[in-house]
């Protein structure tokens, strides 16, 4: 089993910025892509963010692209997700996925392409 622990979520003015943090820990694993999504309430959940083993490759939401950036530190086996410029829209749950894996594909937008998921971490942004 995987362990996914999201932090740093929190309320926020329109126009803030919150880090948020995913720590993976468990059983051995090798490489991994971490993904980011996000629940309103009364809505799905939806993709945010995607990163690849290296860091190379990244995919991001159109809704968040320009303010939003992710990153991981594999020596950590964290990944974050840095919110700027955030928008009460961005108001949400946001979970973190790992899919044991190296590279990104397409389907890393879907949230059945990853095999475990943390609790979330609400994010509030307040207009």
């Known amino acids: 089993q995987v362990q996914l622990v999201e932090s740093g979520g929190g309320l926020v003015q329109a126009g803030g910025s919150l880090r948020l943090s995913c720590a993976a820990s468990?059983?051995?694993?090798?490489?991994?892509?971490m993904g980011w999504f996000r629940q309103a309430p009364g809505k799905e959940r939806e993709f945010v963010a995607a990163i690849s083993w290296s860091g190379g490759t990244k995919y991001y939401a159109d809704s968040v692209k320009g303010r939003f950036t992710i990153s991981r530190d594999n020596a950590k086996n964290t990944v974050y997700l840095q919110l700027n410029s955030l928008k009460p829209e961005d108001t949400a749950v946001y979970y973190c996925?790992?899919?044991?894996?190296?590279?990104?594909?397409?389907?890393?937008?879907?949230?059945?392409?990853?095999?475990?998921w943390g609790q979330g971490t609400q994010v509030t942004v307040s207009s």
């Open positions: 996925a790992f899919n044991e894996v190296m590279f990104l594909e397409k389907a890393a937008k879907g949230p059945s392409w990853y095999e475990y």
């Open positions: 468990g059983r051995t694993f090798s490489t991994y892509v």
